[in-house]
């Protein structure tokens, strides 16, 4: 009776030991199989807790052998020491197994290390000083670690297999392996103890029962929680994998991973976008055989930078399909990881439709411009006109100075003359000579020529040049037709007649030309928004009068202000440049 109790003690304890490889086994390999996620922020997490938990498995297998064989348990630093050896021997196992297409045998060199450190425990986890002789028997030494690592590789390889049912029998080859190893090293460490020694047997529990249970017990619960642990995590991670592939599966644009140049993942709107059926037709190929010669160069440039930048983009991007398609795309280019290697991840949005939109949308642009641009000429040839139309009445009534009057008409021919001509060089740059002019009599024929307008609307310019000379450089048909701009638009504005006052004078190193109406006045909303290209309060205006001539008295390093009060009136003010006259005249671009 006493020895069927004693043998079934003994089986439970093994069978038990048996359980705990395999259980740490399979948790071992949950904690490394996250190495090979593609997105791995917790790669020392993963490394750490799978070689702690295997090596808390082993250190409670041992204690549970020992304890089945009925050998002497020894609590020395010896235990400890064979704990953090084998925890820190088996993460470099599994460093060793994540390099992936890196290292030639990293199988045969992961499993010679994982068994290196199982057999370490096994036998130097047995030492310490009550041992007064040690002998080994060499068969049983080399049986138990031939058989250690060739179960360790099958477990290893086994691992690498997609799928839970591979990893189950992953995690009970290398329970049992471990497990047979630490049976034969029983029979081949062969230990006497100096007499007196501090041990507890099975019989003899009574001192160590207590301290031997903890052990078991706290090893059996981690492994247990890193069980429950890494199960719910992987589930998880695994529900997170699944909706990330269907979003990339199901993306409209083209998620593609390239590893050394080559494609290694493209999603089905990939396919679709290179004139590809099957992904075999671009996987392994260059990315460099759908670029342009041209851009090969830039490519690899840029390539070589994302691996200190990490991202680039959006970018535009041309490509040429498998058909000789080409593609204009926008995209962003992010580094990755695949099986520990570096790899480049592009998101390709293809805007063909939008490149074509973006030409009608310049050509539409470029007929309301060139409209506009039209407008534009009508408005600066018809004030001219207007001014011609009105002199030939007062010839054809017979009125007396007809000397003055053919003189500015023939200047007002020569102005349309001017800006018909400036219309056709608008393409080519443009030389202007300039030259130093005293801006009083450039008012004074801008005075007389719209003089005769403002009567027909009931106005009267009154003039106050001062006496001395006003010089400024610059252009003087283009000053004139600021002036004409500004006074045409003050006598449009005064439907009720009224005075029109021109004010000029030096102050300081500028000219101030100020003309002041009498009209209704500008709101502040549309103060904001004077000279702006297209921009008018008229209803027939085009907006390009006061764009003209606030490009001019820019362009000759002066700056219009204007003050307005409704009801009032409004004050455009004209600062130029004073410059006293030269004798060589300069022709600038």
């Known amino acids: 009776m006493m020895y069927d109790s004693e043998t079934s003690w003994k089986i439970g304890l093994l069978l038990l030991a048996l359980i705990i490889s395999i259980i740490a086994s399979y948790t071992m390999f949950n904690f490394t199989g996250n190495l090979q996620r593609k997105d791995n922020h917790f790669r020392v997490f993963w490394l750490s ?30 235990a400890v020491v064979s704990l953090l050896f084998t925890i820190f021997f088996s993460s470099m196992a599994f460093v060793m197994l994540a390099f992936q297409n890196t290292i030639r045998y990293r199988l045969a060199a992961g499993s010679f290390i994982l068994a290196f450190s199982v057999t370490f425990m096994s036998y ?75 041990y507890a047997s099975a019989d003899r529990l009574q001192e160590d029962i207590y301290r031997l249970s903890v052990i078991i017990g706290i090893g059996m619960l981690l492994i247990l929680t890193s069980t429950l642990f890494t199960w719910y995590i992987d589930k998880r991670m695994n529900h997170m994998d699944e909706r990330y592939k269907l979003l990339v599966e199901n993306s409209l644009d083209t998620i593609a991973i390239f590893k050394k140049d080559k494609w290694v993942f493209v999603n089905e709107a990939g396919l679709r976008m290179f004139d590809a059926t099957e992904p075999e037709e671009l996987l392994g190929s260059s990315i460099f055989v759908y670029l342009l010669p041209e851009d090969h160069d830039r490519v690899r ?18 490509w040429i399909t498998l058909k000789g398609r080409t593609l204009n795309t926008e995209i962003v280019e992010l580094m990755t990881s695949i099986e520990n290697e570096p790899a480049l991840q592009i998101i390709i949005r293809d805007i063909s439709e939008r490149k074509k939109n973006e030409e009608l949308l310049i050509n539409s642009e470029k007929l309301y411009v060139a409209g506009q641009l ?70 004074r024929e ?80 549309q103060l904001a928004k004077m000279g702006q290209p297209f921009y008018t309060t008229k209803d027939k205006g085009t907006g390009l009068g006061l764009m003209v001539s606030y490009k001019i008295v820019d362009n000759h390093q002066g700056k219009i ?29």
Do not use: C
């Not at 204007?562 to 671009?589: C, H, M, W």
């Open 49 to 78: 807790g799978g070689a702690f938990v295997f090596g808390i498995g082993m250190w409670v297998k041992q204690f549970l052998t020992t304890l089945a064989w009925d050998q002497t348990i020894v609590f020395t630093w010896a």
């Open 124 to 198: 130097f986890g047995e030492l310490g000083e009550d041992v007064s002789e040690i002998r080994t028997v060499t068969v049983y030494v080399v049986l138990g670690i031939l058989l250690l690592f060739s179960g360790i590789y099958a477990a290893l390889r086994l691992s690498e297999w997609p799928g839970e049912r591979n990893k189950w029998l992953a995690s009970l080859t290398l329970g049992i392996a471990v497990f047979i190893e630490s049976q034969i090293s029983k029979q081949a460490l062969l230990l006497q103890y100096r007499d007196g020694a501090a």
């Open 374 to 443: 039209a407008a534009g000429i009508a408005h600066e040839i018809r004030n001219p006109l207007t001014s011609l139309k009105g002199f030939l009445q007062l010839l054809s009534s017979g009125r007396k100075n007809n000397g003055t009057y053919f003189d500015i008409m023939k200047s007002e021919l020569t102005r349309i003359e001017n800006i018909v001509s400036e219309m056709l060089m608008l393409s080519k740059p443009q030389v202007y000579e300039l030259s130093y002019h005293d801006i009083r009599h450039v008012m």
């Open 446 to 525: 801008t005075v007389t020529l719209l003089e005769t307008q403002a009567i027909l609307h009931s106005i009267q310019i009154e003039s106050d040049f001062g006496p001395d000379p006003l010089w400024i450089y610059g252009v003087e048909s283009q000053i004139k037709q600021v002036f004409i701009n500004v006074i045409k638009n003050a006598i449009e504005a005064m439907t009720d007649g009224g005075a029109i006052r021109v004010h000029m004078k030096r102050f300081d190193n500028s000219v101030r030309i100020r003309i002041m109406d009498e009209g209704p006045g500008i709101e502040d909303s």
């Open 301 to 318: 440039e840029r390539m070589q930078n994302l691996a200190m930048t990490g991202n680039s983009g959006p970018l535009e991007q041309e």
């Open 561 to 589: 202000q204007v003050y307005s009060q409704l009801g009032s009136g409004t004050t455009f003010e004209i600062l130029l440049p004073f410059r006293y006259p030269d004798n060589a005249p300069v022709k600038t671009g």
